[in-house]
């Protein structure tokens, strides 16, 4: 049994530990406020810009796109992975390098060697070079930063190379942000667009009210699905589908597709980054429930222990006196 004096260290200790963990729950769950405002400022936006352009791109028959060409051959595969910087997150980072790595093996089995990965955060980036990927670029300031300009240079430089068949397909893995209990991990096809609008806001299901991480909370989210979301949200009227097109159709286009491949980036990495912020305030208040935990199971080994040591003492102290 160990002495009073090391069941003392290491209550202190463990407090010391709880009071980091508690804080780093606040922070989490400030920065997570934070991500939730932004996502939702955009939701309307990119609800209507999708629509308008997929709406636009069926409707109108010679609306020829070679962003919408599916190639039957694939041979060459980028796919955009997003993680964090920063550990302490529960498996956020480790759920995302998983899937990674399921995707290259699963092209690989279909003959695809050509595959190149664009690591959003430390933690992927260092992994991809750590198992031989071809990686490309550095973008680990956008975990921490997101950024809409750096995010449209991505999504640029995949469209460019899509279009100049370098690239035949091009992937996003990241978690999709749906409550501070619940986030999804994620494989969406980048390119070429998927033209079905019955998917439009399919996506949009997040929960951008309730920041409570309780295990209570979780359990409500993930069994009531869409009953728990008090977030109304906004539904996209139907447009006209006979357009008059000014100033000419590529034009038009060529407007149109990059602007939706920009935010398709941009959502995914805003999706992530309070993906991340929930992930590790869930962590935290785990991490901070465990150390109550200890701190009870040691209290009260401490307290049976110096309550021992007292009667050890007064049985001295009586055995003493009788001999005298």
């Known amino acids: 049994m160990p002495s009073l004096k090391e069941i003392k260290t290491r209550i202190a200790s463990v407090q010391s530990t709880r009071k980091i963990t508690s804080a780093m729950k606040m922070v989490a769950s400030s920065k997570l406020h934070h991500a939730q405002t932004a996502i939702q400022n955009m939701l309307p936006y990119e609800n209507q810009l999708e629509h308008i352009l997929k709406a636009f791109l069926v409707s109108v028959p010679n609306a020829q796109s070679r962003y919408d060409e599916a190639r039957n051959d694939v041979r060459r595969v980028a796919l955009v992975v ?35 990965i664009y690591p959003i955060g430390r933690k992927v980036a260092e992994k991809a070079r750590k198992l031989g990927y071809t990686v490309a670029g550095d973008y680990t300031e956008l975990a921490d930063k997101p950024n809409a300009r750096r995010c449209s240079e991505i999504a640029e430089e995949v469209a460019s190379k899509f279009v100049a068949f370098e690239y035949d397909k091009v992937e ?153």
């Open 82 to 116: 997003y993680s964090s910087n920063s550990s302490l997150c529960g498996g956020f980072n480790g759920n995302v390098i998983r899937l990674m790595q399921q995707a290259v093996e699963s092209y690989r089995s279909q003959g695809v060697t050509d595959i190149t």
């Open 172 to 324: 996003l893995i990241y978690h999709h942000f749906k409550s501070a209990g619940s986030q999804i991990l994620t494989r969406k096809v980048l390119l070429p667009i998927d033209l079905s609008t019955e998917s439009i806001g399919a996506d949009n299901d997040r929960d951008l009210t309730s920041s409570i991480a309780t295990a209570k909370a979780q359990e409500y989210l993930r069994k009531k699905g869409s009953e728990a979301r008090r977030h109304s949200q906004t539904n996209v009227k139907g447009l006209n589908d006979d357009f008059i097109v000014e100033p000419d159709m590529e034009s038009v286009l060529s407007v149109l597709i990059p602007k939706l491949l920009n935010l398709m980036v941009y959502t995914a990495l805003l999706d992530s980054t309070a993906s991340e912020h929930a992930a590790r305030m869930v962590a935290m208040q785990t991490a901070t429930d465990n150390a109550d935990e200890i701190l009870r199971a040691l209290s009260l080994q401490y307290n049976k222990g110096r309550q021992s040591a007292i009667t050890n003492e007064l049985l001295d102290i009586v055995g003493g006196s009788v001999n005298n």
